[in-house]
Protein backbone atom coordinates (compact mmCIF):
# COMPACT_ATOMS: atom_id res chain seq x y z
CA UNK A 1 0.00 0.00 0.00
CA UNK A 2 1.23 3.31 -0.58
CA UNK A 3 2.06 6.04 1.64
CA UNK A 4 -0.27 9.32 0.74
CA UNK A 5 1.05 12.27 -0.52
CA UNK A 6 4.27 14.04 1.03
CA UNK A 7 3.31 18.01 1.64
CA UNK A 8 6.33 20.13 1.10
CA UNK A 9 6.79 24.05 2.10
CA UNK A 10 8.42 26.03 0.03
CA UNK A 11 9.23 29.48 1.42
CA UNK A 12 11.80 31.96 -1.00
CA UNK A 13 12.73 35.26 -1.73
CA UNK A 14 10.66 37.70 -3.94
CA UNK A 15 14.15 38.81 -5.54
CA UNK A 16 14.89 34.67 -5.98
CA UNK A 17 17.03 34.89 -9.32
CA UNK A 18 17.59 30.88 -10.32
CA UNK A 19 14.70 29.46 -11.31
CA UNK A 20 16.50 26.38 -12.52
CA UNK A 21 18.50 25.37 -8.93
CA UNK A 22 15.21 26.07 -7.66
CA UNK A 23 13.42 23.63 -9.80
CA UNK A 24 16.00 21.31 -10.05
CA UNK A 25 15.79 21.16 -6.02
CA UNK A 26 12.14 20.79 -6.13
CA UNK A 27 13.17 17.71 -8.66
CA UNK A 28 14.93 15.92 -6.47
CA UNK A 29 12.91 16.24 -3.05
CA UNK A 30 9.95 15.17 -5.47
CA UNK A 31 12.20 11.70 -6.23
CA UNK A 32 13.19 11.73 -2.74
CA UNK A 33 9.53 11.31 -1.88
CA UNK A 34 9.20 9.22 -4.14
CA UNK A 35 12.08 7.04 -2.44
CA UNK A 36 10.84 6.87 0.25
CA UNK A 37 7.45 5.86 -0.02
CA UNK A 38 4.80 8.67 -1.14
CA UNK A 39 3.02 8.65 -3.96
CA UNK A 40 4.12 11.97 -5.03
CA UNK A 41 4.18 15.50 -3.62
CA UNK A 42 1.92 18.24 -2.74
CA UNK A 43 3.60 21.45 -3.69
CA UNK A 44 2.41 24.57 -0.59
CA UNK A 45 3.97 27.92 -0.73
CA UNK A 46 3.03 31.70 0.14
CA UNK A 47 1.92 33.02 -3.18
CA UNK A 48 4.18 35.69 -3.40
CA UNK A 49 6.37 36.58 -6.52
CA UNK A 50 9.93 35.13 -6.96
CA UNK A 51 10.89 31.64 -5.26
CA UNK A 52 7.09 31.01 -4.50
CA UNK A 53 5.48 31.72 -8.25
CA UNK A 54 8.49 29.80 -9.69
CA UNK A 55 7.65 26.68 -7.71
CA UNK A 56 4.02 26.95 -7.97
CA UNK A 57 4.51 27.36 -11.98
CA UNK A 58 7.04 24.19 -11.74
CA UNK A 59 4.53 22.05 -9.44
CA UNK A 60 1.89 22.81 -11.93
CA UNK A 61 3.78 21.99 -15.13
CA UNK A 62 4.47 18.53 -13.68
CA UNK A 63 0.82 17.94 -12.49
CA UNK A 64 1.35 18.38 -9.48
CA UNK A 65 -0.62 19.31 -5.85
CA UNK A 66 -0.48 22.75 -5.42
CA UNK A 67 -1.30 24.61 -1.77
CA UNK A 68 -1.56 28.35 -2.01
CA UNK A 69 -1.66 30.16 1.63
CA UNK A 70 -1.33 33.96 0.59
CA UNK A 71 -0.89 36.37 2.98
CA UNK A 72 -3.96 38.63 4.33
CA UNK A 73 -2.08 41.93 3.75
CA UNK A 74 -5.30 44.21 3.98
CA UNK A 75 -7.23 41.86 6.14
CA UNK A 76 -7.56 42.58 10.06
CA UNK A 77 -4.27 42.28 12.22
CA UNK A 78 -4.09 39.44 14.69
CA UNK A 79 -3.84 39.37 18.47
CA UNK A 80 -0.17 40.41 18.03
CA UNK A 81 -0.32 43.84 16.09
CA UNK A 82 0.11 47.01 17.92
CA UNK A 83 -2.38 50.00 17.60
CA UNK A 84 -1.03 52.02 14.39
CA UNK A 85 1.45 49.42 13.55
CA UNK A 86 -0.60 49.31 9.44
CA UNK A 87 1.66 51.49 6.77
CA UNK A 88 0.56 51.71 3.48
CA UNK A 89 2.45 50.15 0.21
CA UNK A 90 3.68 52.44 -2.95
CA UNK A 91 -0.07 52.33 -4.16
CA UNK A 92 -1.32 54.05 -0.91
CA UNK A 93 -3.27 51.00 0.11
CA UNK A 94 -3.38 50.50 4.08
CA UNK A 95 -1.59 46.61 5.75
CA UNK A 96 -0.21 44.88 8.22
CA UNK A 97 3.32 44.00 8.11
CA UNK A 98 2.49 41.29 10.36
CA UNK A 99 0.22 39.29 7.96
CA UNK A 100 3.31 37.48 6.18
CA UNK A 101 4.62 36.33 9.57
CA UNK A 102 1.08 35.11 10.18
CA UNK A 103 0.88 33.29 6.94
CA UNK A 104 4.43 31.64 7.80
CA UNK A 105 2.94 30.31 10.91
CA UNK A 106 0.04 28.93 9.36
CA UNK A 107 2.30 26.61 6.69
CA UNK A 108 4.36 25.79 9.38
CA UNK A 109 1.01 24.61 11.21
CA UNK A 110 0.12 22.30 8.12
CA UNK A 111 3.28 20.00 9.29
CA UNK A 112 4.88 20.10 6.19
CA UNK A 113 6.98 16.55 5.97
CA UNK A 114 10.12 19.44 4.63
CA UNK A 115 10.13 23.06 3.80
CA UNK A 116 12.54 24.06 0.60
CA UNK A 117 13.64 27.38 1.46
CA UNK A 118 15.31 29.40 -1.47
CA UNK A 119 16.88 32.52 0.43
CA UNK A 120 18.53 35.24 -0.61
CA UNK A 121 20.45 37.42 1.38
CA UNK A 122 18.24 40.05 3.59
CA UNK A 123 15.14 37.87 2.78
CA UNK A 124 13.26 38.64 6.56
CA UNK A 125 10.13 37.05 5.45
CA UNK A 126 11.63 33.33 4.48
CA UNK A 127 14.24 33.85 7.34
CA UNK A 128 11.06 34.09 9.84
CA UNK A 129 10.12 31.06 7.64
CA UNK A 130 13.01 28.74 8.20
CA UNK A 131 13.29 30.19 12.30
CA UNK A 132 9.44 28.76 12.65
CA UNK A 133 10.08 25.54 11.05
CA UNK A 134 12.97 25.16 12.83
CA UNK A 135 11.33 25.71 16.43
CA UNK A 136 8.67 23.26 15.17
CA UNK A 137 11.09 20.36 14.45
CA UNK A 138 10.52 20.50 10.52
CA UNK A 139 13.23 19.89 8.03
CA UNK A 140 14.45 22.87 6.14
CA UNK A 141 15.94 21.96 3.15
CA UNK A 142 17.93 25.61 1.90
CA UNK A 143 19.82 26.54 -1.40
CA UNK A 144 21.26 30.12 -1.56
CA UNK A 145 22.86 31.99 -4.57
CA UNK A 146 26.04 33.61 -4.67
Known amino acids: MNTPLALIGLTGSRRWPDPRLLEDT ?7 ALQDGYTSIELMHGCAEGADTI ?3 WARRNGL ?3 ERPADWTGPCGPECQPG ?3 RNRRGLEYCPLAGHRRNQQMVDERPALFVAAQVAGSTGTADCIRRAQIAGIPVHRITTD
Open 55 to 57: GGQ
Open 65 to 67: LVR
Open 26 to 32: LLQVWHD
Open 85 to 87: HRR
